[in-house]
């Protein structure tokens, strides 16, 4: 059987059909699975945030651009935003939910985009809780914060419902009994 495998995508590691979507970069041009991955290895290259490839231990997962897009609508509901927001005394400090995350280099690569942003004082990734804490300087441009996660590949959600959280808590046999 001869058949061919098409290379692995530069990015998450995929098959990508060679020539189908190309990212370019300083070391030359590097196969990619699908747009968004070509997209994010621009991005990680264009802020010389390349050590992330060389680091890593596993391939960045694929991103999916109907859902990416979807997703970021929820930043621009403040009513969404205000139970994950906490004021500073000279702007606020927002907790995001993470998805997609493999190793120490991808806590690094968010980091250091966040750290790029405009009006981010500090950004934090706890790995294990897959969160990241951003604190800005002024209001929150939580939008563009998802956007450059997603850029580069990853997932990110506001946490859990709180309030929702500590209702169930209340439902026990001894608090519903009658």
């Given at each position: ?26 070391e ?43 997703d ?30 493999t ?76």
């Amino acid at each position: 059987m001869n058949q061919r495998l098409a290379p692995p995508c530069w990015h998450c590691g995929q098959p990508a059909p060679s020539g189908a979507f190309i990212a370019r970069t300083p070391e030359g041009k590097r196969d990619a699975c699908c747009p968004g991955c070509a997209a994010a290895i621009e991005t990680i290259y264009g802020m010389g945030l390349d050590d992330y490839y060389r680091i890593r231990q596993d391939d960045a997962p694929a991103p999916d651009a109907r859902r990416a897009e979807l997703d970021l609508a929820l930043f621009d509901i403040a009513d969404l935003l205000a139970p994950h927001s906490t004021p500073l005394p000279d702007g606020q400090r927002l907790r995001l939910q993470l998805s997609g995350l493999t190793c120490a280099a991808c806590s690094w690569l968010i980091e250091k985009t966040l750290s790029a942003q405009p009006g981010v004082k500090r950004a934090s990734v706890n790995l294990a809780g897959m969160t990241l804490t951003v604190d800005y300087q002024g209001t929150p441009e939580a939008r563009e914060t998802a956007r450059r996660i997603q850029q580069l590949g990853y997932g990110v959600s506001l946490p859990g419902d709180r309030e929702g959280q500590a209702g169930e808590a209340d439902l026990t046999p001894s608090a519903t009994a009658q």
